[in-house]
């Protein structure tokens, strides 16, 4: 069987490298660096090594659309972010499907892997695809809808090692999909018994994990008021069974700082104002300016032209990805407060960070500099070198703002 995939970054290139064992993959993305890249066996991403694409025998990268002409299935994986009024941007997800529509046969079947509300793949993506295949939903064509669940930079729970949800336009093309994946993924598939019910089960997931993590930047802001250690609140509390294991942070990336946006969207849609889930997104959407106030607190004024070094860039631990991320808030509040901030990030890629955000991230790191550090990702390379290696890129009066809970 010949397997289309449309869209190769976090999700569609591991998502290529597993169907490949078992079908004929013809993976297609519209960035010809990135073709060009995958075809020399380098994954910019990061997520997959020179090895693991250099041992690939059924798989075809392209950035011609028409290359995947002759496939029956075709998986889109493609970006669905947020415009500037945090409302979805479905625009990149909609010229996929006018590709796709162009070059489906009779009984074709597209499953699409990007987050969306509920009802996204039928009442926006069908209409898409049928008016420029012009081909008959359920009856010419059908559609599937499979949610991501990949965690970049987790090299433990990976593609393999995650049940996958799997679902179709009808009860036999809902079996299809499901042994589509079922045959590729590790940890087997949970068919359920609807497209909606899919996408739902996909728009709570990050919701919840969104609203978890904005309840303990609460708390941190409220006890660093009463000068507490959240850390130590959390180890009492932590040895009650039930009691949830989360950690503050800056929530950037393209899910949990997105998703919630599109189910808070589709509700309002209906009437209803998730007050909640809103919420959540409020807290930690300005969660940076807490850190700022906390962290200039500390210092002695005046604390103009103060050098600062931030460690991290990327939204999240031991990756590269750096979309949405909370650090670049961070870098120019500080800035905007009147320090002198530097970057170090030993993953993310130089170039593109100055690229997107014009912020030159430092190749290395000098002691004896800085007058204050913070701990912003909690990368495993920090962790490593420990606080003592840390503490020696600071003068000998300094601060210390280690919220990520690093330790020595």
Same mark, same amino acid.
């Given at each position: 069987?010949?397997v $289309?995939? *449309?869209? @190769?970054?976090?999700?569609?290139?591991?998502?290529?490298?597993?169907?490949?064992?078992?079908?004929?993959?013809?993976?297609?993305?519209n960035?010809?660096?990135?073709?060009?890249?995958?075809?020399?066996?380098?994954?910019?991403?990061?997520?997959?090594? &020179?090895?693991? /694409?250099?041992?690939?025998?059924?798989?075809?990268? +392209?950035?011609?659309? %028409?290359?995947?002409?002759?496939?029956?299935?075709?998986?889109?994986?493609?970006?669905?972010?947020?415009?500037?009024?945090?409302?979805?941007?479905?625009?990149? /997800?909609?010229?996929? #499907?006018?590709?796709?529509?162009?070059?489906?046969? *009779?009984? +074709?079947?597209?499953?699409?892997?990007?987050?969306?509300?509920?009802?996204?793949?039928?009442?926006?993506?069908?209409?898409?695809?049928?008016?420029?295949?012009?081909?008959?939903?359920?009856?010419?064509?059908? #559609?599937?809808?499979?949610?991501?669940?990949i965690?970049?930079?987790?090299?433990?729970?990976?593609i393999?090692?995650i049940?996958?949800?799997? +679902?179709?336009?009808?009860?036999?093309?809902?079996?299809?999909?499901?042994n @589509?994946?079922?045959?590729?993924?590790?940890? $087997?598939?949970?068919?359920t018994k609807?497209?909606?019910? !899919?996408? !739902? !089960?996909? %728009?709570?997931?990050?919701?919840?994990?969104?609203?978890?993590?904005a309840?303990?930047?609460?708390? =941190?802001?409220?006890?660093?008021?009463?000068?507490l250690?959240?850390?130590?609140?959390?180890?009492? !509390?932590?040895?009650?069974?039930?009691?949830?294991?989360?950690?503050?942070?800056?929530?950037?990336?393209?899910?949990?700082?997105?998703?919630?946006?599109? /189910?808070?969207?589709?509700?309002?849609?209906?009437?209803?104002?998730?007050r909640?889930?809103?919420?959540?997104?409020?807290?930690?959407?300005?969660?940076?300016?807490?850190? *700022?106030?906390?962290?200039?607190?500390?210092?002695?004024?005046?604390?103009?032209?103060?050098?600062?070094?931030? /460690?991290?860039?990327?939204?999240?631990?031991?990756?590269?990805?750096?979309?949405?991320? &909370?650090?670049?808030? @961070?870098?120019?509040?500080l800035?905007?407060?009147?320090?002198?901030?530097? *970057?170090?990030?030993?993953?993310?890629?130089?170039?593109?960070?100055?690229?997107?955000?014009?912020?030159?991230?430092? +190749?290395?790191?000098? =002691?004896?500099?800085?007058? $204050?550090?913070?701990?912003?990702?909690?990368?495993?390379?920090?962790?490593?070198i420990?606080?003592? &290696?840390i503490?020696?890129?600071? =003068?000998?009066?300094?601060?210390?703002?280690?919220?990520k809970?690093l330790?020595i």
């Open positions: 069987m010949k $289309g995939i *449309i869209g @190769l970054g976090y999700v569609g290139l591991p998502l290529a490298i597993v169907f490949q064992k078992k079908y004929d993959v013809y993976a297609y993305d960035n010809n660096n990135k073709i060009a890249q995958l075809k020399n066996n380098y994954d910019k991403t990061n997520e997959l090594s &020179k090895k693991e /694409l250099k041992n690939l025998s059924n798989i075809k990268f +392209s950035n011609k659309i %028409s290359d995947l002409k002759d496939c029956k299935i075709f998986v889109i994986a493609v970006p669905t972010p947020i415009n500037k009024k945090k409302n979805p941007d479905l625009s990149i /997800l909609k010229k996929a #499907c006018v590709s796709v529509a162009k070059i489906m046969k *009779i009984n +074709s079947i597209v499953v699409f892997e990007s987050t969306v509300y509920p009802g996204v793949t039928e009442e926006i993506c069908v209409p898409i695809l049928s008016k420029y295949s012009a081909l008959k939903y359920n009856k010419e064509f059908f #559609c599937g809808y499979s949610p991501e669940r965690n970049p930079g987790d090299k433990t729970h990976n393999n090692n049940v996958k949800l799997t +679902s179709g336009s009808t009860e036999k093309i809902s079996r299809i999909v499901d @589509l994946y079922s045959k590729v993924i590790n940890a $087997g598939t949970y068919r609807s497209i909606k019910i !899919a996408e !739902a !089960a996909k %728009s709570i997931e990050n919701a919840q994990r969104d609203i978890n993590i309840f303990i930047n609460e708390l =941190k802001i409220i006890f660093d008021k009463m000068n250690d959240l850390y130590e609140i959390l180890k009492a !509390a932590q040895t009650k069974w039930n009691f949830l294991k989360f950690e503050p942070g800056l929530v950037g990336g393209h899910c949990i700082g997105v998703d919630p946006y599109y /189910l808070s969207y589709i509700s309002q849609k209906y009437k209803h104002v998730p909640i889930i809103l919420s959540g997104r409020n807290i930690n959407d300005n969660f940076h300016n807490h850190i *700022i106030e906390d962290f200039a607190r500390k210092f002695k004024k005046p604390i103009l032209r103060k050098k600062i070094l931030i /460690l991290g860039f990327a939204f999240k631990e031991n990756c590269r990805d750096h979309r949405n991320t &909370k650090i670049n808030n @961070l870098y120019k509040g800035k905007k407060k009147g320090f002198k901030v530097e *970057i170090f990030d030993p993953h993310v890629d130089k170039k593109d960070v100055w690229k997107v955000y014009k912020i030159k991230i430092l +190749s290395k790191i000098k =002691k004896n500099k800085y007058d $204050g550090v913070i701990v912003a990702v909690k990368h495993d390379y920090f962790k490593k420990g606080l003592n &290696k503490i020696s890129f600071c =003068k000998k009066k300094h601060v210390l703002y280690n919220f809970n330790k």
